[in-house]
């Protein structure tokens, strides 16, 4: 995959690279290993440990200045608004956060891994906070990660501030499957009769990923054996629409709670298809999840699903523009594969530990362009929120 320099040109910049190939480099990862928002971590950082780096767990921001770092990579900054106990914790965590960052020795190059592009919540406050804080970290960031080859261009676009970074769109790895639990568990626990198709969504279950539209959808379609299971947690607000919605139609099944790993993975397997109808969204670890359980997808036309169709083919990833319709819904569950796996090669931690960790090596090689460091009073002022 190409990475991609400061000005756009393809390649390693001339920075020597015998000396590029043989660093060793010190690693370092907020938040690391400790992390329980999901194994997305724990893949990466194992791809980057068998390419032969030095990884180390940053839990805290508060340990930035002492960890000894060659690279400190920096993955869902928008996690500082969704740990926030209130509006007055979450400006403390931001002026932690930012004061951190200050502290962060000159030598140490940062690399953004940019997830999303805002935080899903879009409160009037978090997102004044949000376009605060974006300066602040452009300015000390060195380098740019994203997870597939066409979201590089989308984040640019986004946050001009990046623009200047040399960037890689490596791919999100692939997960760990689990056979703890079998598809013909959850499909008999779900009283699915044998030979029926069944169109699922499994992951958290909220209101901005479109899983109304699928219901009105699903409902109009007609004909046996057709079910929609709806799968994953789900806040009391968002339990309480979809379950409304899908009263009135005894073939949609909603399980709206926390699933463990081994429940995740047997409700994938249990559909035919997944559908993942969200539009607003920079990459989705749900749809990968998807492909490594071996279930094809369908979903909106965006960069990400592009490169998604692109990399394993569009027999397992379908895409459609415009809004959900039946008949999109019915075309692609007859077009479902029979048997077989997509081709997730390019997407094993350790393909994508080589890639991340080559580019990483020219990122620390590289002369530290003059970006300035984060400064703002009004940060400083809230560091003091203690």
Request: aromatic share 8%; with cysteine.
């Amino acid at each position: 995959m190409a990475q991609v320099r400061a000005d756009g040109e393809e390649g390693v910049g001339g920075y020597g690279a015998a000396e590029v190939r043989a660093a060793r480099l010190r690693v370092g990862s907020w938040p690391g290993r400790e992390s329980r928002y999901n194994a997305f971590v724990v893949n990466f950082l194992d791809g980057l440990q068998a390419a032969g780096l030095e990884v180390v767990s940053l839990p805290d921001p508060a340990v930035f200045a002492e960890a000894e770092v060659d690279i400190l990579i920096l993955h869902w900054l928008e996690r500082l608004f969704w740990t926030a106990r209130s509006d007055l914790d979450l400006f403390r965590r931001v002026a932690r956060f930012v004061r951190a960052l200050q502290g962060v020795p000159e030598q140490t190059r940062i690399v953004w891994l940019v997830h999303n592009l805002a935080p899903h919540e879009r409160r009037p406050l978090h997102q004044w906070m949000w376009r605060r804080l974006l300066p602040v970290v452009t300015r000390r960031a060195d380098a740019v990660l994203t997870l597939s080859p066409g979201t590089v261009d989308q984040v640019r676009r986004a946050i001009p501030g990046l623009s200047g970074c040399p960037a890689l769109g490596c791919w999100h790895p692939a997960y760990k499957v689990s056979s703890e639990v079998s598809a013909d568990e959850i499909r008999r626990k779900l009283g699915v009769p044998e030979g029926d198709r069944v169109i699922g969504y499994v992951g958290n279950l909220r209101s901005y990923k479109g899983l109304d539209a699928v219901i009105e959808v699903f409902s109009q379609l007609q004909g046996p054996g057709l079910r929609l299971l709806l799968a994953g947690d789900a806040a009391t607000g968002d339990r309480e629409l979809l379950q409304a919605m899908a009263a009135a139609d005894s073939r949609i099944m909603i399980e709206a709670q926390r699933l463990d790993p081994a429940e995740y993975d047997a409700h994938l397997k249990a559909s035919d298809l997944i559908v993942a109808p969200f539009r607003d969204y920079l990459h989705s670890g749900s749809m990968i999840h998807a492909l490594s359980a071996g279930r094809p997808l369908l979903t909106p036309d965006t960069p990400f699903a592009r490169d998604l169709a692109g990399a394993v083919g569009r027999g397992w990833v379908t895409t459609y523009e415009g809004p959900l319709t039946a008949e999109t819904l019915r075309v692609a569950l007859d077009r479902v594969p029979r048997g077989g796996a997509p081709d997730l090669t390019a997407f094993q931690p350790d393909c994508v530990g080589r890639e991340v960790a080559a580019f990483l090596r020219e990122v620390s090689a590289a002369p530290r362009q003059a970006r300035g460091r984060p400064q703002s009073s009004a940060w400083s002022r809230m560091a003091g929120f203690q």
